[in-house]
């Protein structure tokens, strides 16, 4: 695409107006006038030719995958690389997608010798997860006179992957990943005899008749006893809710501290998945740093994804790029399917932890019905965001007039009605925890390491 430069039109007048005024001044001599705009003509087109050749042979390239985290300022880095002579100065600028914020609009470039490669390291910060493409970097130059400017685009495809933001969680986690009180010489002894078969040993006298293997009893003739070893690597799975729920806005408490990243506020509507998604790569790295094995699965009104726990930088990186693109689908949660697939899949017992939101009664039974298929063989744990008015009553002072009676009277019913459900969840033999919005991830790691510390496994 060639568009006028900064010198076309000046000089067009410049040389159009006394050309014109000759011409109607003195008719009998009006060829030589015409003669001189045809020649501007000529010459304004010749530029225009020269300016289609300026950038033939800059040449744009840029990794195929470049990852970032949200709300966080990362780089692109786009190279030019010049074949052959050396074009004229130009400048570059490249069309981010929707959900990016870009820090760096055009830059202007020199090129100096043939084979240079030009670096533009391009500045941006992405506003929400997914996988985004970034298909073209559009290039300007000017012609030879600057008449014109010449603008063309070269194809980069780029693949940009958008993580959830950990760091933004570094301080509520950084005591718990700086603790090396579990790493030394000295091994921390563990209390039990363990469930994990291991192998049959001949009956020593004292051990349990529980212990005994009455089947190869029966084979050998003589009593066999079966050993346990402790389990040393356990399986944890996160299963997220991605339905109606999880779309609407994360409940922000009045006096939260959460609302503003230094000088820049973070976006306080943001719906709950999010804080869903960041809380389960949370606990995936506890589950590494800790040796257990770590397990994925998304549900909405059917079963999105499962991964079956592992170990590894590989499984976790595999994990991280499901929870990236991750959305939550305007339908109503159906709790039977995942708990029935878990319930059938899952032969080794684990923990499960649902971030769910359970303030509807409705769902809060749906769910009670649906743990019958998991609670037998499986340690079940719900997390939910604590509305912010479910308080109990007389809890802060801040009351001033009629309306703040009546508002703090239905957060305390709805207080009683969670507590009254999490008594349930316990007699269920499960457990349902409410955890405020700035301290999700703490908590759900905290009641991880309190599963492990009491070998509820």
Known sequence: ???????????????????????????????????VMGGFAAVALADALLAKKSLARVEAKAPETVRLARNREGVVPVSFHVHGKPPRPFRAGLAPPPAFESLDEVRAFLPGRPGDVLEMPWRCRPLRRGRYLLEWCFLEASSPLKLWRWRTRRPLKTELRVYPD?????KTLSAFFLDRRGWGIHPRPLVGKGREFENLRDYVPGDGMEDVHWKATARRGHPV?????????REVYVVVDASRSSLRPVPLSPASSWKT???????????????FVTAALALGLAAERQGDRFGLAAFSDRLEHFSRASRGRGHYNHCREVLATLEARPVAPDFDEPCSFLASRLKRRAL???????????????FLKSLEALRRRHLVQAIML??????????????????????RLAGHFSWASLRELEQRFRRRG????????????????SRYMAVKQRQLL
């Open 261 to 275: 990243d230094g000088d820049r506020p973070l976006p306080s509507r943001e719906p709950l998945v999010e804080r």
């Open 352 to 366: 499960l932890v649902f971030l769910t939101t359970l303030d509807d009664p409705v769902l809060a039974e749906g």
């Open 430 to 445: 499960a457990s349902l925890a409410l955890a405020d919005h700035e301290t999700l991830c703490l908590q759900l790691i």
């Open 386 to 407: 604590r509305p912010p008015s479910a308080r109990p009553l007389f809890s802060d002072d801040a009351v001033a007039t009629a309306d703040d009676v009546y508002g």
């Open 166 to 170: 950990l760091l933004g969680e570094r």
């Open 225 to 233: 006893t079966k050993v346990f070893r402790t389990e040393r690597t």
């Open 1 to 35: 695409m060639i568009v006028p430069g900064g010198r076309l039109p000046a000089l067009a007048a410049a040389v159009a107006i006394p050309a014109m005024t000759w011409a109607f001044l003195e008719p009998a001599e009006a060829s030589i006038p015409m003669a």
